[in-house]
């Protein structure tokens, strides 16, 4: 039996954080709990983190699909608060956000970690933005960090 397992160190990665101006008074505290992580816990330096704004969630893919055409960067962490409201916009743009960013982390092999949070209200986005039930930053921070090593590991071991 073969087990790829791998830690969440990885030093000379460069990390593409891509984040929503929409609700940003919920973004900036995801955003801060991400860059925290990845240079407290991953040892990334300051200069491999690429911070890019956009006006709001639907605007993420198109940026996402550009920055994975570079191939310049490890990981993509992107950053948004979709809160429901009284019609389907909310339904719509979750939807399409999620789709077109898990096609282009497929497509090009670069892992998309999402910290777009989707929620009812207000309180929701609060309690996940460094409350009660943690900072979502800071956890995507966590996934890319080790899905990083994992596609490291595959390619060395050229599977």
Do not use: W
Request: charged content about 20%.
């Amino acid at each position: 039996m073969n087990i790829i397992q791998v830690g969440i160190t990885t030093k000379n990665a460069s990390i593409a954080i891509i984040v929503s101006r929409f609700n940003e008074f919920i973004n900036k505290n995801l955003l801060s709990g991400a860059v925290d992580t990845l240079k407290r816990i991953g040892q990334i330096n300051e200069e491999n983190i690429l911070i890019i704004y956009v006006p709001g969630a639907y605007e993420i893919p198109i940026v996402a699909n550009y920055i994975a055409q570079t191939k310049k960067y490890d990981s993509i962490i992107v950053i948004g608060t979709i809160i429901k409201g009284d019609t389907d916009h909310f339904k719509y743009i979750t939807s399409d956000t999620s789709s077109s960013l898990l096609n282009i982390s497929i497509q090009s092999h670069i892992p998309i970690i999402s910290s777009i949070l989707t929620i009812n209200n207000v309180e929701q986005s609060i309690e996940r933005s460094g409350t009660k039930m943690g900072n979502k930053g800071s956890q995507a921070a966590l996934s890319a960090l080790e899905m990083i090593n994992v596609m490291k590991k595959l390619k060395k071991l050229k599977i």
